[in-house]
Nanobody
Framework: QVQLVESGGGLVQAGGSLRLSCAAS????????MGWFRQAPGGKEREFVA?????????FYRDSVKGRFIISRDNAKNTVYLQMNSLKPEDTAVYYC?????????????????WGQGTQVTVSS
């Protein structure tokens, strides 16, 4: 089992920045690709935001966050980060961290094996 705990969410004005963290514990972090997803209010589906592979740290983003968000990982600290800049009201959502065995990044919910509880990000206009 891998336990994931997100932190760093909050309320920010449009144009501001936040840095989310996801700390992993339990089984070794080694070999897991990591991803960030989000779920907006109003019954919307959980959607992919960004992912990073295990080995060489290749990254992958949804189009709407490219150039604004940066995913990174510190394997020594078993932690993955999501730096979010130039935030927009449409970025408002609960953000979830996820871990995927196998090392290669992916962009669909069923491809991930472990999930955190989520952290709320609210962007005011």
């Amino acid at each position: 089992q891998v336990q994931l705990v997100e932190s760093g969410g909050g309320l920010v004005q449009a144009g501001g920045s936040l840095r989310l963290s996801c700390a992993a514990s339990g089984r070794t972090f080694s070999g897991y690709a990591m991803g960030w997803f989000r779920q907006a209010p109003g019954g919307k589906e959980r959607e992919f935001v960004a992912a990073i592979s295990w080995s060489i740290g290749s990254t992958f983003y949804r189009d709407s966050v490219k150039g604004r968000f940066i995913i990174s990982r510190d394997n020594a600290k078993n932690t993955v980060y999501l730096q979010m800049n130039s935030l927009k009201p449409e970025d408002t959502a609960v953000y979830y961290c996820a871990a995927r065995q196998g090392g290669a990044y992916a962009n669909r919910v069923p491809q991930y094996d472990y999930w955190g509880q989520g952290t709320q990000v609210t962007v005011s206009s």
